[in-house]
């Protein structure tokens, strides 16, 4: 899901575009040890933070905002590549230890079918309570 507005410092922020840049930048925090963002969709300080970490480390062009088809987010999806590969990977394989074969055709019940008679007593027995 690329942005189409920006995000971040001045930028036009667009909640569903904010946290989705803010779940980008938890994959590269994670793998320093920084705590997680909330993704709450909210440009704040700590946001702000968060993006001009990113830039420092992986643009060299620190502005805190990410630009739609800029350097920044780029890079930021970038990171996740190989990851939505092994993620695919991983879900695959899940899906197929999780199948268990059906050994044996469950039988066939097949619904009661009551004659003329039958019918007429359970209809007279039902309105005669």
Not at 69 to 84: F, K, M, P
């Amino acid at each position: 899901m690329p942005i189409s507005q920006s995000v971040g410092r001045d930028g036009t922020n667009l909640r569903r575009e904010v946290q989705y840049v803010q779940a980008l930048l938890n994959v590269f925090r994670a793998e320093r040890g920084q705590t997680a963002l909330d993704l709450d969709g909210l440009v704040g300080p700590l946001t702000i933070e968060a993006i001009e970490g990113f830039q420092s480390a992986e643009t060299g062009i620190v502005d805190g905002r990410v630009d739609p088809g800029a350097q920044a987010i780029g890079a930021l999806e970038q990171q996740t590549a190989g990851v939505l590969d092994e993620l695919r990977a991983v879900t695959m394989f899940a899906l197929l230890l999780s199948h268990r074969p059906v050994e044996e055709e469950p039988p066939v019940v097949e619904d009661p079918v009551l004659d003329d008679k039958e019918l007429q007593d359970l209809v007279q027995s039902i309105f005669a309570e």
